[in-house]
Each structure stands twice: as C-alpha cells, then as structure tokens.
C-alpha cells in the first residue's frame, strides 16, 4: 500500500522560502509515475502547485512556477517543495500525491493522497 | 487560465439524489476526477475518467458528461456522504492539472 507523508515547519516568515519534503513509502519513485504537490488553504479548493516525474522533468502551475522549485531524491525515496517569497496567501494545507499521468491515455489525476501539512506564514 | 466551475453547495435529504455538476471548457477532449473530502482529511479519489469508480467505493456514486458539463451523481445519498467533492481535470494540451473550486454537501 503507497502512502505518502508530508512534513516541514508549520511556521514561516513572509518573504522566507517555505520547505517541504513527502516521504513515499510502500512504493519506489524511480519505478514510475508522477509525484505532485497540491495545497488547500484555509475553507477554500484545492489547487495544483506541480508534478514530478521519477526522471526529474516537471510539470506546474503558470501562477506559481517563478516562486517553486519541485526536486526528487531517489536515495531517501522522498519528493520536496520549495516555494520563496511566501506571503499569508501561501498558507494552505499542503498535500502530496501520486500522480499517475499517462499522456499516451490522456490521464491525469492523484490516486493516493498524503494527509498533508499545515503550513503559516505570519511574522 | 483554464478554470473549472462548480456550484459552492448542494443539499439533498437521505435517500434522495445529489448531483454535483463541474464545467470547463476543455471538458469533452479531457477526462475528470472527483475527490470526495471529509473535514480535516485528505481528499479521496471517488471517479476517476469520468464515470469509473475505483475499488472500495459503493456503486451509488457514478459520473457523467455532457458536452462541457460533467455530473457526479450520489444516489440514495446517505449521512456519511455530506462532505466537500472537487472536481479535476487538465487543461487542453494535458499539461497543467486543474481543480474546481469545490461543493460542499450538505445531507439535510
């Protein structure tokens, strides 16, 4: 059974870089898929911030892509996020997905979902 | 930016038929997802390619399209279905994911 498990501080300054990492276990993420990070702040949707895959390529959304930075360690198994700048806009509940993309298929969506994180940013 | 629309709320009495619709414009070239959320959970996939139910999820939840409209339909709804659904699904080229904003159930 995939599970996903997100962490990192709970609370960041404005302007800082907010710093998350998502250990995967039950699964190896060099045998395929992507990994996505979505965030959900406070009584509000959902939103996508980016995918990865096993390789290093990446996927994100237009809105946050000059702030985010999505890598992948294969040694620890784990998938991280960096968001900079942050502002109390970037406070959310922040999850990690599997994300099992197959462009040949057309198919793209997030089958095993992480609890996610809260994350604040307040001086 | 492509964006996908949802009704804010739905209410419907137990036993009778909820339907939650989504639309975007990209809908009938791409697949959608729906993702049932419980209050302080992760969301859970329900529907995945429009109408297919993953195992472990009851038969009374199916999903429909129409043109740029698609429908998750919970029949014979039940009080541990009140929860928030977001629908999911990508923009034309399949490069950016995108998500509804969301509808929150409500079993009356």
């Known amino acids: 059974q995939v599970q996903l498990q997100a962490s990192g501080p709970g609370l960041v300054r404005p302007s800082e870089t907010l710093s998350l990492t998502c250990a995967v276990s039950?699964?190896?993420?060099?045998?395929?898929?992507?990994w996505g990070w979505i965030r959900q702040p406070p009584g509000k949707g959902l939103e996508w911030i980016g995918s990865?895959?096993?390789?290093?390529?990446?996927y994100q959304n237009p809105s946050l892509k000059s702030r985010v930075t999505i890598s992948i360690d294969t040694s620890k198994n784990q998938i991280s996020l960096k968001l900079n700048s942050v502002t109390a806009a970037d406070t959310a509940v922040y999850y990690c997905a599997r994300d099992p993309t197959n462009h040949d298929y057309g198919v793209y969506y997030f089958n095993y979902w992480g609890q996610g994180t809260l994350v604040t940013v307040s001086s | 930016s492509y964006e996908l629309t949802q009704p804010p709320s739905v209410s419907v009495s137990p036993g009778q038929t909820a339907r939650i619709t989504c639309s975007g414009d990209a809908l009938p070239k791409q697949y959608t997802y729906w993702y049932q959320q419980q209050p302080g959970q992760a969301p859970v996939l329900v529907i995945y390619?429009?109408?297919e139910r993953p195992s472990g999820i009851p038969e009374r939840f199916s999903g429909s399209r129409s043109g740029t409209t698609v429908t998750l339909t919970i029949s014979g709804v039940q009080a541990e279905d009140e929860a928030d659904y977001h629908c999911?699904?990508?923009?034309?080229?399949?490069?950016?994911?995108?998500f509804g904003g969301g509808t929150k159930l409500t079993v009356l």
């Open positions: 999911q699904s990508a923009d034309r080229s399949g490069t950016y994911r995108v």
């Open positions: 990865i895959y096993h390789s290093g390529s990446t």
């Open positions: 390619k429009d109408s």
């Open positions: 039950g699964y190896s993420v060099t045998s395929g898929y992507y």
